[in-house]
């Protein structure tokens, strides 16, 4: 008999079912030559301090740094695993065959290794690795199963990082309780937790030491739109009314007019990582919360596999695109255009070079019905972004006016969109700060080189603003990039390799920050606790708690997974690193104790309160545009303007002349008497 092994009963029964094998036994289904059985995720894990020596189940300083001279793997201690594992290792050790089915990544690799190693296999195991559990992936996978030991590197790279964890999690956590902690209370230590509990510690750092600072800036409001002295911001006041007085005493004068004509290229496909970015700021679902849905869309076939952390498609996808797209029934507007011509095939899309193991999150092709509201919310974001990919690019024109008073120069830009391109797909979904009027994108009036006239200058007040609290969003990045934070998507590319933590777990180790009380959510931000404050500043080794030191550690990691990086050699490292901390917290001979913060009321508190809320307030009549009679007034970053204004409305109150902080009273007076 040949048996598989999948990573979840959900999983095996799908694999089953196209294998043709359809008998129900206990633990594995059989039939057609093949008996499918599954894992529970993980069923071993690497042994407990104490069973390697009963001294180290007393936690001592004396005992430290505990380093076993062999690692070894036993079975968690669950009887429904206990159970589970009998029925793989009587299957295993009958086998002729395995065909290992878990997860196509470093993870699921060693799952059922572990596994596969504790119940003594011994025939000969193959690889199924597939992107998407759709008939068709599956029935590819079983005609192009590989052979195991393609994928030692990738094993030998899980076991290097579940053994770095183990030495560095036990022997700093109990090091730091015991040094550190009160009323017997454990102060975790890991090797991604840590550094990133660090950046919230460090970031709220910045916060509470920041100390504001005024600058002023000189505008000027011409023909109804707001021009920003190219000299820039003035840090006295003086020096600012200076120039203010210059330009009080002439007109304003147009002195070029430049048009420059662009493309704007739709949003990358996503990753893991962006996708949990993308849902935190759109619906505020955490990272946890995301990788379970899109978890679920995979296993229910709708969407590719999740755990990556790439943006690009293999060059072999291409053919199968216009398949895909005809399996988008709820897009069948959008599809219908892109099917009657054939479809670009982008290097910013389809690049071999850029793909590993996986490709970018994309649909399959099967119809996503039965799907929850939560559910539906990710699946039309993968979908979108799927369908953009082989639209048009966006054209725009971006027009540059400079203007001069007396010998002060001033400049606006303003951008217009000519062809919206991909922007259809999003439909009314525009950035935030496209739809808010401001300087940057407005569409200018026609102005004329050599023109003249009267404007209204005025010297603006601003003060420096403190660096903002992480939300999900933001640490995810900052975790993605080893904290620093960069928007350009080429940059993050080449950063990506020191990352701290693996697309797949780090939801988890936010997760673990909350439930150790390290840290606590307001709204979207995160901020640290006491207690986690108090732990990063106790912690005085570097490699501890830097996020670029760690993720020098998880580029080890991957180039052990290319074959480029010896695991014995990270190890190694690892040791000595482990060693140098014990010697240096030993060597602390100050008292410090670190405060242990009782953890808020749970949920259902939240709830609670959140029935007792009392009604909103009706919303005030939104006011309509004085000058086309068609849109409403919306609060832009420096002005009031229109919402039609991308149709053609120039109607703009500049925060500089009116103020930004009038009610709708006060707005409603002004735009009566608006002429």
């Not at 679920?296 to 990556?308: C, D, F």
């Not at 991957?558 to 490292?573: D, K, N, P, S």
């Amino acid at each position: 008999m040949k048996v598989c092994i999948a990573e979840k009963p959900s999983v095996a029964r799908e694999i089953a079912e196209v294998l043709g094998a359809t008998q129900r036994k206990e633990g594995y289904i059989e039939g057609n030559g093949y008996q499918v059985t599954w894992t529970f995720g993980h069923l071993c894990t690497l042994k407990e301090p104490h069973d390697y020596t009963p001294n180290w189940k007393q936690w001592s300083l004396s005992s430290l740094p505990m380093v076993p001279p062999r690692f070894g793997i036993k079975l968690i201690s669950n009887p429904t695993y206990e159970q589970q594992f009998k029925v793989i290792e009587h299957l295993m050790q009958q086998a002729e065959m395995i065909i290992n089915c878990g997860d196509a990544g470093q993870e699921g690799e060693l799952i059922q290794r572990w596994v596969m190693q504790k119940a003594g296999a011994k025939c000969p195991v193959y690889r199924l690795w597939i992107s998407s559990l759709t008939e068709e992936a599956i029935r590819e996978g079983f005609r192009q199963l590989k052979e195991q030991s393609e994928f030692n590197r990738l094993y030998e790279a899980g076991l290097s990082r579940a053994i770095g964890d183990w030495l560095l999690g036990m022997n700093a956590t109990r090091l730091y309780t015991l040094r550190y902690g009160q009323n017997r209370q454990v102060l975790s230590i890991g090797r991604v937790q840590t550094p990133t509990l660090a950046l919230i510690v460090n970031r709220q750092t910045e916060i509470d030491n920041f100390k504001p600072e005024p600058y002023w800036e000189l505008k000027t409001v011409y023909r109804n739109v707001t021009f920003s002295a190219t000299k820039g911001k003035f840090t006295k006041k003086e020096e600012g009314e200076a120039f203010l007085d210059t330009v009080k005493q002439a007109d304003f004068t147009v002195t070029d007019i430049s048009e420059k004509k662009g493309k704007e290229y739709a949003p990358r496909l996503f990753d893991l990582t962006s996708l949990q970015v993308e849902c935190n700021k759109k619906f505020a679902f955490t990272a946890e919360d995301t990788l379970k849905l899109i978890q679920s869309l995979y296993e229910k076939k709708v969407t590719t596999y999740p755990r990556v952390d790439t943006t690009f498609l293999s060059e072999d996808i291409y053919p199968k695109v216009p398949a895909t797209l005809k399996g988008l029934v709820n897009y069948t507007e959008l599809v219908q255009p892109l099917l009657e011509k054939k479809l670009p095939k982008s290097k910013r899309v389809f690049d071999n070079t850029k793909v590993t193991d996986h490709h970018a999150i994309i649909p399959t092709g099967v119809p996503a019905r039965g799907l929850t509201d939560n559910e539906m919310k990710v699946y039309d974001l993968v979908a979108r972004r799927f369908l953009a990919a082989f639209y048009p690019d966006c054209e725009i024109s971006t027009t540059t006016v400079l203007g001069k008073v007396d010998k002060v120069e001033f400049k606006v830009t303003g951008k217009q969109i000519l062809k919206p391109g991909w922007r259809v797909v999003f439909g009314a979904e525009v950035k935030e700060e496209e739809a808010n009027p401001q300087e940057e994108n407005a569409v200018l009036p026609e102005f004329t080189k050599g023109e003249s006239g009267p404007h209204q200058p005025v010297l603006k007040e601003t003060w420096t603003t403190p660096p903002k609290p992480y939300t999900e969003a933001t640490l995810l990045r900052a975790m993605e990039t080893a904290g620093k934070l960069v928007d350009n998507d080429e940059l993050r590319d080449a950063l990506k390799e020191n990352g701290i933590g693996r697309p797949s777990t780090r939801a988890a180790i936010i997760e673990t920050l909350f439930k150790r009380n390290y840290i606590r959510k307001e709204r979207k931000s995160l901020y640290p606790t006491a207690t986690g404050k108090e732990l990063i500043g106790t912690i005085h080794e570097e490699l501890l708690k830097s996020a670029e030191l760690t993720g020098l550690w998880e580029k080890k990691l991957r180039q052990i997974e290319r074959g480029t990086y010896e695991a014995r050699t990270f190890l190694e490292e690892l040791k000595q690193m482990v060693n140098q901390i014990v010697l240096n917290v030993l060597s602390d001979s100050t008292a410090r104790r670190i405060t242990i913060e009782s953890k808020p009321a749970e949920k259902p508190t939240e709830k609670k309160e959140k029935k007792e809320r009392k009604p909103r307030k009706p919303r005030a009549p939104k006011l309509v545009c004085p000058l086309c009679k068609k849109g409403t007034i919306l609060r832009g970053k420096t002005a009031y303007g229109c919402s039609e204004y991308k149709n053609g409305c120039q109607f703009r109150l500049d925060y500089a002349a009116y103020g930004a902080d009038l009610t709708d009273e006060q707005l409603g007076q002004v735009l009566q008497n608006y002429k």
